[in-house]
């Protein structure tokens, strides 16, 4: 018998995702001078944040409509002088497949939604993409860690990947991740109820490693397999 699945809708208020947008804009030194460049969907989490930081920082905001094309979205970034922009791992692989060397505008590429493979972000490092690896989950309204522009300078690792300064992290008896922190979503929207969180303290099915404000993510309990971003369940 076939089984409906829908996906939880994480309920946040506009103060959590600016929050978030805040400390992702400092943490990559986001000014009014730069422009973010969307090119994930925007009513993922990872899309949304990246319209959300341009509004926080007053910057300059694209959003490429195209479907999906290294060779065009290479040409939308030049043309818009795009500073900063978050991608998935995939598209990331369409660039170098491409050898699309990187436009001078773009300052910072974050990275999430998956592992970015060393050798595919050592070979985006080559033709000059400044990509930095990141962690996050739409529970935390996008972004938990994200590795500083200073590695750019370093050949690229995936991990690991420096905590932004908003969060708490915990690990569980279970050794799963716990955050809280004030861009925390409010509650779960099921069936058209409000279930609210109930707690400051979110408990992930992320296994992660911790050393100090640093964390290495090692892998999920569940099964699901993420499509642009998004978990889907196969």
């Known amino acids: 018998m076939w089984q409906h699945w829908f996906p939880k809708v994480r309920r946040h208020i506009k103060k959590a995702l600016l929050t978030s947008a805040a400390a992702v ?3 990559l030194h986001v000014t009014q001078k730069s422009c973010w460049g969307l090119a994930l969907p925007l009513h993922h989490v990872g899309g949304f944040g990246v319209a959300a930081r341009a ?3 007053g910057s300059g905001f694209q959003h490429f409509t195209q479907r999906w094309d290294a060779k065009q979205f290479h040409e939308w970034l030049d043309h818009y002088q795009i500073t900063h922009t978050s991608l998935v791992p995939t598209q990331v692989y369409d660039l170098v497949k491409a050898n699309r060397i990187a436009p001078k505008s773009i300052q910072s590429i974050v990275v999430g939604g998956g592992l ?3 050798s595919i972000g050592q070979a985006a490092r080559d033709l000059g ?3 930095l690896a990141s962690y996050g989950m739409a ?7 994200t590795q500083p522009l200073d590695l750019l300078e370093k050949p690229y690792q995936p991990a690991p990947i420096s905590i932004l300064p908003i969060w708490e992290i915990r690990i569980t008896p279970q050794q799963t ?8 979503f409010s509650g779960y929207v099921i069936d058209g109820e409000f279930i609210s969180r109930g707690t400051s303290w979110h408990t992930t099915s992320d296994f992660v490693q911790l050393d100090g404000q640093m964390i290495s ?3 999920r309990q569940d099964a699901l397999v ?3 971003g998004e978990l889907v369940d196969p």
């Open 25 to 27: 804009n400092e943490h």
């Open 217 to 219: 993510p090692l892998g």
């Open 116 to 118: 970015l493979e060393i």
């Open 129 to 131: 993409w400044p990509v």
């Open 139 to 145: 529970e935390a309204a996008s972004q938990i860690a």
């Open 177 to 184: 991740l716990e955050i809280a922190g004030p861009a925390l």
């Open 226 to 228: 993420k499509i642009l």
């Open 55 to 57: 509004y926080e920082a």
